[in-house]
Nanobody, 116 residues
Framework: QVQLVESGGGLVQPGGSLRLSCAASGGIFSSYVMGWYRQAPGKQRELVAVITSGGSTNSADSVKGRFTISRDNAKNTVYLQMNSLKPEDTAVYYC??????????WGKGTLVTVSS
């Protein structure tokens, strides 16, 4: 059974940093795209960043230069390093495993609150 568990969220002041982790279990995911999405209160879920099996990345314009996605295939873990955080980054952050045997899998999310 595939499970994705996010961690690392919390309260941080504007300009601060957080590192989110997503631990995947129940399979071998090194050949699959994984990503981070976020959903702010009253808004739709949006893409933050994705990473391919080969390590190529893409990210939303709103986080370019501030957030970095990476993965450790040996640990089945994906990371999101978030720097220079802004209040508008406040959201629940979700990890996604894309099209694993034709299905997308999601974690339950971790809350990031950026506030002074």
């Amino acid at each position: 059974q595939v499970q994705l568990v996010e961690s690392g969220g919390g309260l941080v002041q504007p300009g601060g940093s957080l590192r989110l982790s997503c631990a995947a279990s129940g399979g071998i995911f090194s050949s699959y795209v994984m990503g981070w999405y976020r959903q702010a209160p009253g808004k739709q879920r949006e893409l933050v960043a994705v990473i391919t099996s080969g390590g190529s990345t893409n990210s939303a314009d709103s986080v370019k230069g501030r957030f970095t996605i990476s993965r450790d295939n040996a640990k089945n873990t994906v990371y999101l390093q978030m720097n220079s955080l802004k209040p508008e980054d406040t959201a629940v952050y979700y990890c996604q495993l894309a099209r694993y045997y034709g299905m997308d899998y999601w974690g339950k999310g971790t809350l990031v609150t950026v506030s002074s």
